[in-house]
Nanobody, 124 residues
Protein backbone atom coordinates (compact mmCIF):
# COMPACT_ATOMS: atom_id res chain seq x y z
CA UNK A 1 0.00 0.00 0.00
CA UNK A 2 1.06 3.56 -0.74
CA UNK A 3 -0.41 6.67 0.81
CA UNK A 4 -0.04 10.01 -0.97
CA UNK A 5 -0.90 13.37 0.54
CA UNK A 6 -0.82 16.62 -1.43
CA UNK A 7 -0.36 20.08 0.03
CA UNK A 8 0.39 23.59 -1.11
CA UNK A 9 -2.74 24.48 -3.04
CA UNK A 10 -4.56 27.75 -2.60
CA UNK A 11 -5.78 30.94 -4.23
CA UNK A 12 -3.35 32.96 -6.33
CA UNK A 13 -3.63 35.78 -8.84
CA UNK A 14 -2.88 35.24 -12.50
CA UNK A 15 0.84 35.45 -13.11
CA UNK A 16 1.65 34.18 -9.64
CA UNK A 17 3.33 31.00 -8.46
CA UNK A 18 2.59 28.06 -6.20
CA UNK A 19 4.53 24.97 -5.22
CA UNK A 20 2.65 21.76 -4.57
CA UNK A 21 4.10 18.93 -2.52
CA UNK A 22 3.20 15.25 -2.43
CA UNK A 23 4.28 13.18 0.56
CA UNK A 24 4.49 9.43 0.11
CA UNK A 25 4.33 6.83 2.87
CA UNK A 26 3.94 3.09 3.15
CA UNK A 27 5.54 1.06 0.39
CA UNK A 28 8.74 2.68 -0.99
CA UNK A 29 8.15 4.57 -4.24
CA UNK A 30 11.69 5.69 -5.06
CA UNK A 31 11.93 3.51 -8.18
CA UNK A 32 8.41 4.18 -9.47
CA UNK A 33 7.19 6.65 -12.03
CA UNK A 34 5.13 9.40 -10.40
CA UNK A 35 3.00 12.15 -11.82
CA UNK A 36 0.73 15.11 -11.24
CA UNK A 37 -2.74 15.27 -12.75
CA UNK A 38 -5.45 17.87 -12.51
CA UNK A 39 -9.19 17.91 -12.92
CA UNK A 40 -11.42 20.93 -13.41
CA UNK A 41 -15.20 20.74 -12.87
CA UNK A 42 -16.88 18.92 -15.73
CA UNK A 43 -13.56 17.99 -17.30
CA UNK A 44 -11.60 14.76 -17.56
CA UNK A 45 -8.54 14.21 -15.43
CA UNK A 46 -5.56 15.69 -17.29
CA UNK A 47 -1.89 14.71 -17.18
CA UNK A 48 0.21 17.64 -15.97
CA UNK A 49 3.71 16.29 -15.42
CA UNK A 50 5.53 13.03 -14.71
CA UNK A 51 8.95 12.05 -13.41
CA UNK A 52 11.03 8.90 -13.39
CA UNK A 53 12.34 7.37 -10.18
CA UNK A 54 15.84 8.73 -10.72
CA UNK A 55 14.52 12.13 -11.86
CA UNK A 56 16.47 11.63 -15.09
CA UNK A 57 13.37 11.96 -17.24
CA UNK A 58 10.45 14.34 -16.97
CA UNK A 59 7.32 14.79 -19.06
CA UNK A 60 4.89 17.69 -19.29
CA UNK A 61 1.47 18.32 -20.68
CA UNK A 62 1.44 20.79 -23.56
CA UNK A 63 -0.59 23.35 -21.61
CA UNK A 64 1.99 23.64 -18.82
CA UNK A 65 5.27 23.12 -20.66
CA UNK A 66 7.70 25.92 -19.88
CA UNK A 67 5.69 27.13 -16.87
CA UNK A 68 5.63 24.13 -14.51
CA UNK A 69 8.50 22.02 -13.19
CA UNK A 70 8.26 18.62 -11.54
CA UNK A 71 10.88 17.28 -9.15
CA UNK A 72 11.24 14.68 -6.44
CA UNK A 73 13.38 14.02 -3.37
CA UNK A 74 13.44 10.28 -2.77
CA UNK A 75 15.29 10.62 0.52
CA UNK A 76 12.42 12.71 1.88
CA UNK A 77 9.75 10.75 -0.02
CA UNK A 78 8.47 13.97 -1.54
CA UNK A 79 7.46 15.06 -5.02
CA UNK A 80 6.96 18.67 -6.03
CA UNK A 81 5.25 20.70 -8.70
CA UNK A 82 6.52 24.25 -9.09
CA UNK A 83 3.90 26.25 -10.94
CA UNK A 84 4.84 29.63 -12.39
CA UNK A 85 3.01 32.14 -14.57
CA UNK A 86 -0.29 30.69 -13.44
CA UNK A 87 -3.36 31.32 -15.56
CA UNK A 88 -7.07 31.09 -14.69
CA UNK A 89 -7.19 28.01 -16.93
CA UNK A 90 -4.90 26.26 -14.43
CA UNK A 91 -7.70 26.27 -11.86
CA UNK A 92 -8.40 22.67 -10.86
CA UNK A 93 -7.94 20.05 -8.19
CA UNK A 94 -4.39 18.75 -8.47
CA UNK A 95 -3.61 15.12 -7.68
CA UNK A 96 -0.37 13.24 -7.27
CA UNK A 97 -0.23 9.62 -8.33
CA UNK A 98 2.19 6.75 -8.59
CA UNK A 99 2.45 3.64 -10.68
CA UNK A 100 3.98 0.43 -9.32
CA UNK A 101 6.45 0.39 -12.19
CA UNK A 102 9.23 2.55 -13.54
CA UNK A 103 7.56 2.87 -16.92
CA UNK A 104 6.14 6.25 -17.82
CA UNK A 105 2.51 6.83 -18.65
CA UNK A 106 0.22 9.81 -19.28
CA UNK A 107 -2.97 7.83 -18.79
CA UNK A 108 -4.73 8.22 -15.45
CA UNK A 109 -6.05 4.67 -15.64
CA UNK A 110 -2.46 3.41 -15.55
CA UNK A 111 -1.85 4.68 -12.01
CA UNK A 112 -2.23 2.56 -8.92
CA UNK A 113 -2.35 5.05 -6.06
CA UNK A 114 -3.71 8.59 -5.77
CA UNK A 115 -3.73 11.36 -3.25
CA UNK A 116 -6.90 13.13 -2.16
CA UNK A 117 -6.12 16.25 -4.20
CA UNK A 118 -5.45 19.88 -3.43
CA UNK A 119 -7.41 22.80 -4.88
CA UNK A 120 -5.61 25.42 -6.94
CA UNK A 121 -7.60 28.51 -7.88
CA UNK A 122 -6.15 31.22 -10.11
CA UNK A 123 -8.02 34.49 -10.21
CA UNK A 124 -7.90 36.85 -13.18
Amino acid sequence: QVQLVESGGGLVQAGGSLRLSCAASGRPVSTYFMAWFRQAPGEEREFVAGISGTSSTTYYGNSVKGRFAISRDNAKKLMYLQMNSLEPEDTAVYYCATRLTSWASRGPNEYDYWGQGTQVTVSS
